[in-house]
């Protein structure tokens, strides 16, 4: 079933879910880089695989995460791969970085209200960033992607401080229809003109994208993503203002639903960008639209 993420009618290297960083940059510049005072991803070649067993249960980890469509076409239908979202093979810090995943988890995650634990995390990707079905918890394919997260984050320290509030967007309204003209003109070459995707680059909606409920719906994610990663070959050339108009309106493109999403957050603390209402209900900004599109199906 394909619906749209908000009631407005109007496999790999690209725009795609959830990031709260950075600090406030002026609308009219384009952004700046990343932090460069935060400390590197270290850099894991395979020459510093583990021999053995380990050493090739990283290498499958990693080739599931490189080609996930094809190598796990039931799980993952869309046209999508892990590396889509998680841009230089999950090392890039301003691209939703694995190198800390593994030491995060087991971690209280707001959105299901409970403790999840790394698998938890896994297969959430599997149901919603590629619209597919869960892995088998204690099945070889999990344990392969498992032991990859584990020695690309080998030496890492999980975050002790709460991250800073980001104001980056706090002071700009999106518009869809300057998004649209951003999208035709910075976009399309390799996403194509009706976002299905070109070649390597992934769709941005239809049913072969990520659904309503994966983290890149919600547009202020989406938005920091494309901030510092987009146009792929000419990252952090758009401004704040224009991030923000793109992600908005690729929040109000179709894509597959997601039964059950309106269990989410079941304590009503949904932040405000979530394109569709729960049971628990939320505040915000977007709450009328969002009550209009589920209205809708």
């Not at 790999?12 to 609308?27: G, K, Q, T």
């Not at 970085?97 to 403790?115: G, I, K, N």
């Not at 999106?174 to 976002?195: N, S």
Request: proline share 9%; net charge positive; with cysteine.
């Amino acid at each position: 079933m394909i619906v749209l993420p908000l009631a407005i009618v109007p496999r790999i290297r690209s725009l795609l879910v959830c990031v709260v960083a950075v600090a406030c940059v002026r609308s009219d510049a384009p952004a700046a880089r990343v932090d460069s005072t935060a400390p590197p991803a270290p850099a894991h070649t395979d020459t510093a695989l583990p021999s053995g067993p380990l050493g090739h249960a990283i290498l499958r980890g990693r080739a599931l995460l490189a080609a996930t469509h094809d190598s796990l076409p039931v799980n993952a239908p869309s046209a999508l791969r892990c590396f889509s979202c998680h841009l230089d093979e999950g090392r890039r810090e301003s691209a939703l970085p694995l190198t800390r995943s593994y030491v995060h988890y087991p971690q209280y995650r707001a959105r299901s209200a409970e403790v999840e634990l790394i698998e938890d995390r896994i297969n959430d990707c599997f149901v919603r960033s590629l619209n597919g079905r869960p892995l088998t918890n204690d099945g070889e394919e999990m344990r392969d992607i498992i032991a990859y997260l584990a020695w690309l984050g080998r030496g890492a320290a999980p975050d002790i401080a709460e991250p800073a509030h980001d104001t980056t967007f706090a002071h700009l309204a999106p518009d869809t229809a300057r998004g649209a003209a951003i999208f035709t003109e910075r976009c399309a070459r390799c996403h194509g003109a009706t976002g299905g995707g070109i070649g390597p680059y992934p769709p941005l909606w239809g049913s072969k994208s990520f659904n309503i409920g994966a983290g890149m719906t919600r547009y202020r994610t989406s938005a920091r993503f494309v901030l510092h990663n987009m146009p792929f070959d000419q990252p952090n050339t758009l401004t704040p203002q224009q991030a923000l108009d793109v992600a908005r309106f690729l929040g109000t493109r179709p894509r597959p639903d997601l039964a059950g999403k309106e269990r989410d957050w079941p304590h009503g603390d949904a932040p405000p960008d979530v394109p569709y209402l729960t049971r628990a209900g939320r505040s915000g900004a977007d709450t009328a639209r969002a009550g209009a599109h589920n209205g809708a199906h």
